[in-house]
């Protein structure tokens, strides 16, 4: 199993524990390191949402820092619930919320997306940014998404992922590999976080195959769109 750390504690901690470490630099690297194109990613997931019925009681798992969750108001929903292991992630979202006016709408909790102590059929709307190729057990986490979920309900995934073509594929190890553990230690004092990165994501591409497991657990109606030459893949289902 791929650990930031490589410690005798579990997957959950180390994430848990990294994302508490690098929390305040999070935002800033993300940033830099994506040159911004993060926030391009996380649009689209809205606007791709938006074509497809109401959203007025959404889950954003894995939340971080909030941004997908404010990105997400703008599609007037009542209420959005942003969930996350990480204390200090979230202290920093309810921090940008709070700037926001957005506190009445946008709430966060603490908590862990393979154990959620939602109600079944809870959310008629789930996202998750950046957040799975983390969990522990990513069926777990994928079977407690399908739970909460109502039936009709959309699940969207935005994720990073390898790029197909071979020239783009090799500027993308030089840059993922090379290049950015160096920025994310230099910026975040914690290379084995942006190491952990690359690693991660090489994992989530080569190891799953992540619409199969999608079907397997009941998604349906699974629609794959790739970003930026690849670097990113959203995945937009539907719950039955
Ligand atoms: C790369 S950050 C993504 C944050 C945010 N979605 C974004 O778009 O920037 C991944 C987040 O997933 C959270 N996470 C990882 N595993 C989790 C789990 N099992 N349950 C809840 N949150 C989890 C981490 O704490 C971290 O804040």
Known sequence: MIKPYNTSSTKKEEIGEMFDKIAPKYDFLNKILSMNIDRIWRKKVRRLLSKKGHHNNILDIATGTGDLAIELSKLSSKR????????????IAKQKVLKLNLDSRI????????????A????????VAFGVRNFENIYKGLSEIYRVLMPTGNLVILELTQPKNLLVYKLYC?????????????????YAAYKYLPASVKNFSTKIDFVETLKKIGFTKISCYNLSMGIATIYFCEKF
Do not use: C, H, W
């Open 120 to 127: 079944d059929s809870e959310f008629d709307t789930i996202t």
């Open 107 to 118: 709430i966060f909790t603490q908590g862990d997306a393979e154990n959620m102590r939602f």
């Open 174 to 190: 030089l840059y993922f590999q090379r290049i950015l553990p160096r920025i994310g230690k230099f910026y975040s004092k914690d």
């Open 80 to 91: 959005i619930v942003g969930l996350d292991l990480s204390a200090n992630m979230l202290e």
